[in-house]
């Protein structure tokens, strides 16, 4: 008599686990699933000796949780949560590829349209694609301040489609974050979702980091407004252009939903610029501005707000 086959997912690995992996991994963690994180030193050698903290809701809640630094762990993981940086996409690929099980599957959680298609080009396995919409922030090493948000937007990339049975993995993902108190729904065009998250990306991050600033703050500021309000607008023509159909009227709508959720929040762009590190700004609104040139879509809003934080990212201490 055969036994019944293990739940899907059995055990999930997070690589890249800074404050989107470490805040979703350890929910699913307290949720009774099996985790292993991913990340850096510090944070790695904090979180296996006190937990990982997560910080919500006026609280702390401890996780005991593993973590490593080794890209190998994610060896017998049946799922992975990709979160590395987009500028990261490919090598850490490369890196885990020979790790892989035949049988796991990724999810990958970032910002950016285009980097589910990259990591589908570098590992054969199934790869399916997250839309994150959470305000998270590592205050410390093994500490992950949540700040709103939290839902998940699931679905399967078009250049991974035909790797076995989609639907039946989007099913058990959505089912493993939905135990863990983490709305998550399917979408049959995960194009439009990742560029919808991108589109209030657009809006957001660049600001947030050029005037270290707040949600809330930029949102109180009439002319921050209308410069969000027009990179939305390049950034749906764009989408138009690629084919996406985006409403352009709720995207704005949406934007100052975000900013009044999302108050205290500082963009992931403005986190990597106050700690010293490379941003994400290329998938961003540089990716806008590529995409823009290439399909005769003029954005020069986006290409400003590219270009000083790239500015700012060559030299953050310079004045």
């Not at 470490?22 to 009774?32: N, V």
């Not at 850490?92 to 990958?108: D, K, N, S, T």
């Not at 500082?266 to 590190?277: F, P």
């Amino acid at each position: 008599m055969t036994g019944a086959a293990p739940a899907f997912p059995s055990h999930v690995a997070v690589l890249g686990a800074g404050a989107v992996g470490c805040y979703y991994g350890g929910l699913l963690a307290l949720s009774g699933a099996r985790v292993t994180l991913i990340g850096r030193p510090a944070h790695v050698d904090a979180i296996t000796r006190d937990g990982l903290v997560i910080v919500r809701d006026g609280g702390e809640t401890r996780v005991r949780v593993a973590a490593t630094t080794d890209d190998a762990a994610v060896r017998d993981a049946d799922l992975v949560l990709f979160c590395v940086k987009s500028q990261d996409t490919e090598a850490a690929a490369r890196a885990i590829a020979p790790h892989l099980r035949a049988e796991a599957r990724l999810l990958a959680m970032q910002n950016g349209v285009d980097n589910p298609a990259r990591l589908a080009a570098a590992v054969p396995q199934p790869v399916h694609a997250a839309v994150v919409y959470v305000g998270t922030i590592v205050e410390g090493p093994g500490r992950v301040r949540h700040s709103g948000g939290g839902r998940l937007v699931i679905g399967t990339p078009r250049e991974a489609r035909g790797r076995g049975d989609a639907a039946a993995d989007l099913a058990a993902i959505a089912a493993a974050f939905e135990r863990a108190g983490v709305p998550c729904a399917a979408t049959d065009d995960v194009e439009a979702a990742l560029w919808t998250k991108l589109v209030v990306n657009c809006a957001f991050n660049a600001v947030s980091a050029l005037g270290r600033s707040r949600y809330g703050r930029m949102a109180a500021s009439p002319p921050v407004r209308a410069v969000m309000e027009d990179a939305v607008r390049e950034a749906v023509a764009v989408a138009r252009a690629d084919g996406v159909k985006l409403d352009q009227s709720a995207l704005i709508a949406n934007v100052w939903d975000v900013a009044k959720a999302m108050a205290g929040q500082h963009s992931s762009t403005a986190q990597d610029v106050m700690r010293g590190r490379p941003t994400e700004i290329d998938a961003l609104n540089g990716y806008v501005l590529r995409r823009g040139e290439e399909l005769g879509v003029a954005v020069p809003v986006n290409r400003t707000l590219h270009a000083l934080v790239k500015l700012l990212e060559a030299a953050p201490g310079a004045q």
